[in-house]
């Protein structure tokens, strides 16, 4: 890598090349979308039906369809409504706006302006590159994010050179110990996420040498007095760069850290300085309306060229919904359907009536908590042994029985962990956006109670004893 934090292109060449290197392309049906996934019991195998006529048969199936991937508009009235060129970042149109993803100038912008709603991780990453690209750029605010210094630098090759093989996963074990404030001798990654988790960490050790009991208390404590230092770190630095007074006030976060996801930028907050760019604050209230020719705000109209809608994905909506397709088992039972009053499953990988079906993600195993690659790279490695297991001993399906599923949802369910943030944050995914969680909600948020380095070794001496309790193979 060249940076701490690498750019897009380099991303994006990355991911070919681990395509290339295991023989990804030739393979790959890219630009095609599952219509049905059904299993045929005689042949002990899903026939798979696409939206480009495709009809393929499968043994396996894994669904790695993600979290957060369906783009969630915004609730404004009058938005379908809007004459100018309008577009979700996730869908972003290079062709009207100029530029390309290695973060060339969209000069096709230079005469317009452009409004953008929402200012959360996306938007921030995108609006330094609106305000050096248009005429007028007008953002606009409902939550002001926390936006904490994001420190890149470029990497030392010799130092890369000496890291050990296996380094990636010693930093991700890091990385989620420190997160979820265990004990490790260094910090690793050393970045915001890093830092908050030592400050808490190391108030917890100042209150018990000071004579304190380690329980819920002390850590809420700790966890209270961190995030008040670091919230007015944050708020501070807004001041160091925004000249505008009123701008900066507007712009500092008034709620704790981990009530929405923590934001890092060394640009953004500059933004701001830039004569053309303006925050449209909304009192925590959003856009009232949009018309034809743009947004109204405070009874205040704001004529628009363009309109970016940076509000996110769905979370929590049905799977079915999000991934566009839905799975039938054994005697055609839907997923969506053995889901509905919440998620089933064994590890969060295994789900009974549905042989030979694997859940990729971080719901009813590690949860949110852990870096969301390193629960991929852990699925991949249960998931593997797993096939490995059924080809090796000519079974022809696997699946948890219903007594090893449910003791698993009573296990993870013995606790109350899971979504971050609380009732009295601002409403977003951390919380459920703010509407009180019933069981259906608590049990598709439950993860290991022990948090996930417990899910994760346990995940790993479970498929390491090669008996995979729980699983029937058949």
Known sequence: PSAKYVPAPEIHAHAKRIATTFGLYDKALLSTGIESITWDDSASHYVVRTDRGDTLRAKYVCMGT?????????????????????????????????????????????????????????????????????????????????????????????????????????????????????????????????????????????????????????????????????????????????????????????????????????????????????????????????????????GVHYELDCLVIASGFEVGTSYSRRSGYDVAGRNGQLLSEYWADGMRSLHGMNVHGFPNLFILGFAQAANQIANVPQNYVENGLAIGDIIAHAESTGASTVEPSAKAEQDWIDFITSTTRGIRGGMDCTPGYYNNEGKPMGRREQQNSSGHPGGPIAFFNHLEEWRSTGEFAGLEFR
């Open 66 to 298: 993600g979290p957060l991937h369906r783009p969630k508009l915004p609730g404004i009235p009058g938005l379908q409504s809007f004459n100018g060129h309008a577009f979700h970042t996730s869908r972003w149109d290079y062709a009207y706006t100029g530029g390309d993803p290695s973060g060339a100038l969209m000069s096709n912008l230079t005469d317009k302006r452009v409004g953008i709603i929402g200012t959360g991780a996306t938007a921030v990453q995108c609006i330094p590159h609106l305000s050096r690209a248009a005429k007028e750029l007008f953002v606009f605010q409902r939550t002001p994010s926390a936006i904490d210094a994001r420190n890149n630098h470029p990497i030392d090759t010799e130092w890369f050179g000496k890291l050990e093989p296996g380094w990636q996963r010693k930093w991700m074990m890091n990385f989620t110990t420190l997160q979820t404030m265990g004990y490790a001798e260094e910090d690793l990654v050393m970045d915001g996420w890093t830092d908050i988790s030592l400050r808490i960490r190391d108030r917890m050790v100042e209150i018990i040498k000071a004579g304190g009991q380690m329980g819920p208390e002390t850590l809420l404590k700790a966890y209270e007095d961190s995030d008040d230092e670091k919230m007015s770190e944050i708020r501070a630095r807004v001041d160091t760069i925004v000249t505008d007074t009123a701008t900066a006030e507007a712009l500092k976060p008034w709620y704790r850290q981990l009530c929405k996801r923590p934001c890092f930028h060394d640009e953004y907050l500059q933004s701001y300085n830039n004569p053309n760019t303006h925050l449209v604050d909304t009192n925590g209230k959003g856009v009232e309306r949009i018309d034809e020719t743009g947004a109204w705000v405070d």
